[in-house]
């Protein structure tokens, strides 16, 4: 948990960054945890990446487009 913590902290600073630079394109998106079933190793399993995929698409149409 520290790790995933401190790669959070670190995302939101280099964002930051640019915003304070004056470039907005910048923008960060976490996925929602996944839950079982599970592909091999935890890895994604298909319908998994299906959910995935329409949480970003969904990100990139109405934050990303709208600015």
């Not at 600073?13 to 304070?20: L, N, S, T």
């Not at 960060?28 to 890895?43: K, L, R």
Request: proline share 4%; charged share 25%.
């Amino acid at each position: 948990k520290k790790c995933w913590k401190k790669a959070q902290e670190n995302i939101i600073k280099v964002q930051e960054h640019f915003y304070a630079v004056g470039d907005k394109r910048v923008y960060t998106f976490a996925f929602s945890p996944q839950s079982a079933p599970y592909g091999e190793d935890y890895h994604p399993s298909l319908a998994t990446h299906t959910k995935m995929a329409e949480e970003l698409t969904t990100f990139i149409r109405t934050v990303v487009y709208k600015k």
